[in-house]
């Protein structure tokens, strides 16, 4: 199987609208998807995009912020979030915590804004905290749509979810006997970020059964980062001799959630964000993320680590000399390639890629 | 001479350079020449002129490095510059360090292990301020050849600060400072300074290991060793043919492909 038929985010959102539901603008990283479903809303997130005019969002921001929120801004300026009825921006960082000030305060769109606070650390207090972060969001939602799903519906939302989570998982512990190039592997994992669990699962499950024996040559590698665009890289890796085994994105493999065990449907939400992989945006040590690193490596045989950064992302620019320097002393080679999704794929990233390539081989 | 065996090609932004290697992989033969943007057809010529100086008329394998080497069809294999700068410089000073290579469109930091391998890597190719362009385009303004730059350069006794970081803005600045009286020497002294402070703090972000190598076009220019000595408080070690170690590197992997 070289490619899998992925419904566009477009013709998504407007069979979902089609059947009477709403749609909301998620903006990265964390937040619960079963919440909005409860409430009839599809959450359809916006990671940039790259494709657009990123000048609008000058007028705004700095020079210094990164590519996701100029572009989200601007994509939001220029028109391209009027299909969404609600907006959410989650406080990952402190450029979407200013993002999400100035959408309230200075450009103030039509649709309700509502941010999402998260917490920096693992204790009960933290779930605690992020589960009256849901119960407040539930509130606008149900002024937003007005219905009130009670803990049941919330439940069966949340197994919806944790069902395609276990599945998104799957295709991660397969990946390299399902037959797919690195680009369509991707293009797959990623129509999580609009398509509903039910055909997300759907499509799942038809990818690891049309399971193929063919294995992929090339040399075994982990990206890192916060999202793989331009997704062309991903061709060009293959190209050079690489293959992805594992990854540690942001929109990817950092969300992996677990299965929850909470009965409480807000405390069940909280608990499987808190319990994902390790994240600098959710306050993880970078001994906790170096650790996780190597043991993926490991797992998956990755003989080097991609970090796929983009320009001026604070929490993982922070880390990296001092992640890259644990995983050198475990003998696990990196790099740092830097890059702007405004910017089209170019020659020097290429390069910079096939000269790892070259060191590992 | 010996019989060459292997032929590497390294296709830069101002010039291109092919190297021929011997069966254990000595510096034979070699051939330079400006950028040509219709690539095959120049590479083509050097393997005219290769068979012509050398009289060897059998085909030998070529690899490509350089911004151009995927241009070169000819090529059996392209590898990165990084990986061939690495490789020709440690055959020819039998040690590793870490090399600074200034070319016309970019620099690079390569740190080479003991065994001659890419340790690491840093490059600065999106700002022609750290490359041998910001020396081109401001020798340009200052009507001085582009050969005479280094040594007006270190004979100057003052030297201005350029606090520009962009090539086209060091440009005004330059105009400007002319316009207020200042002379070309310390221009240019400040101009040197300016692009290795860029390529010594490039070190520094990927971290030192003596001793301290330089290869590239550049490094003809004697401002540029002298400069990065000072900045970098290391020795500079050069090798014997600065501006073909790409080249050099790219026919060593040849000649592997060779001798099997
Ligand atoms: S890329 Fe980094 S800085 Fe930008 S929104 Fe994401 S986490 Fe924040």
Redesign the pocket.
């Given at each position: 199987m070289d490619s899998i038929e992925i419904p566009k985010r477009i013709e998504t959102i407007n069979s979902f609208k089609a059947q009477g539901g709403k749609v909301a603008a998620v903006l990265?990283?964390h937040y619960s998807r079963a919440l909005f479903r409860a409430f009839d809303i599809l959450p359809v997130e916006v990671w940039g995009p790259p494709e657009v005019e990123a000048s609008y969002g000058g007028v705004h921001l700095q020079a210094y912020v990164?590519s996701?929120?100029h572009n989200a801004l601007s994509f939001l300026k220029k028109g391209g979030l009027e299909i969404a009825d609600f907006i959410l921006v989650p406080h990952?960082?402190d450029?979407?915590q200013g993002l999400g000030s100035i959408l309230l305060d200075f450009v103030k769109p039509t649709q309700t804004v509502a941010p999402l606070y998260l917490p920096r650390g693992k204790r009960t207090e933290d779930k605690q905290f992020l589960a009256d972060e849901f119960r407040a969001l539930a509130r606008q939602l149900s002024n937003l749509t007005g219905k009130e799903p009670g803990d049941d519906k919330l439940l069966e939302c949340i197994e919806r979810e944790e069902q395609a989570d276990l599945l998104l998982a799957d295709l991660y512990r397969n990946r390299t006997g399902l037959g797919l190039d690195n680009l369509s592997f991707y293009r797959l994992i990623r129509s999580r970020e609009y398509l509903p669990a039910e055909q997300f699962t759907e499509l799942a499950q038809t990818a690891l059964e049309k399971h193929s024996a063919r294995n992929p040559n090339g040399i075994p590698i982990l990206l890192s980062g916060?999202v793989p665009e331009r997704m062309e890289v991903l061709k060009a890796i293959e190209e050079l001799g690489g293959f992805v085994v594992a990854d540690d994105f942001?929109c990817c493999g950092r969300r992996l959630y677990p299965k929850g065990n909470e009965r409480d449907p807000f405390l069940r939400m909280a608990e499987r964000i808190i319990n994902a992989p390790p994240d600098p945006?959710r306050g993880n040590s970078i001994d906790e993320r170096a650790e996780f690193l190597i043991n993926l490596a490991q797992t998956y045989g990755a003989k080097g680590v991609i970090f796929y950064e983009?320009k001026?992302?604070?929490?993982?620019l922070f880390d990296l000399p001092n992640l890259r320097n644990s995983l050198k002393q475990a003998g696990l080679n990196s790099v740092h390639i830097e890059v702007d999704i405004k910017d089209p794929l170019s020659n020097q990233v290429i390069t910079r890629i096939g000269a790892f390539l070259e060191i590992l081989e | 001479m010996d019989k060459i065996v292997a032929l590497g090609i390294d296709v830069g932004s101002t010039t291109v350079k092919m190297v021929g290697v011997n069966a254990s992989g000595d510096f034979e033969w070699n051939y330079l020449e400006g950028s040509d943007p219709r690539v095959e057809d120049q590479v083509d010529s050097f393997l005219q002129r290769f068979r012509t100086e050398t009289g060897m008329t059998d085909s030998v394998p070529l690899v490509a490095t350089g911004y151009g080497r995927k241009l070169v069809g000819q090529a059996e294999k392209i590898v990165t510059e990084i990986t061939c700068h690495a490789k020709g410089v440690f055959k020819q000073l039998g040690h590793g360090g870490t090399l600074i290579d200034i070319g016309g469109q970019d620099s690079k930091v390569i740190i080479i292990g003991e065994e001659g391998q890419v340790v690491d890597f840093a490059m600065n190719d999106k700002c022609a301020a750290g490359t041998g362009r910001f020396l081109e385009n401001t020798a340009g303004r200052l009507r001085v050849p582009l050969d005479q730059m280094g040594e007006v350069a270190i004979a100057a006794r003052d030297e201005v600060a350029i606090s520009s970081t962009c090539t086209v803005f060091a440009e005004s600045e330059i105009i400007s400072l002319i316009a207020h009286g200042v002379k070309v020497e310390p221009i240019l002294k400040g101009l040197h300074r300016s692009l290795i402070i860029r390529v010594v703090a490039m070190v520094r972000s990927i971290g030192l290991i003596p001793p301290l190598m330089l290869s590239g076009g550049v490094v003809k220019n004697p401002a540029i060793r002298k400069m990065i000595e000072e900045e970098s408080g290391e020795p500079v070690i050069l090798p014997e043919q600065p501006q073909l170690m790409g080249a050099y590197g790219a026919a060593l992997i040849a000649q592997k492909i060779a001798v099997g």
């Open positions: 990265p990283i990164c996701i929120v990952a960082c450029s979407l916060i942001a945006t983009l001026f992302c604070e929490p993982e | -």
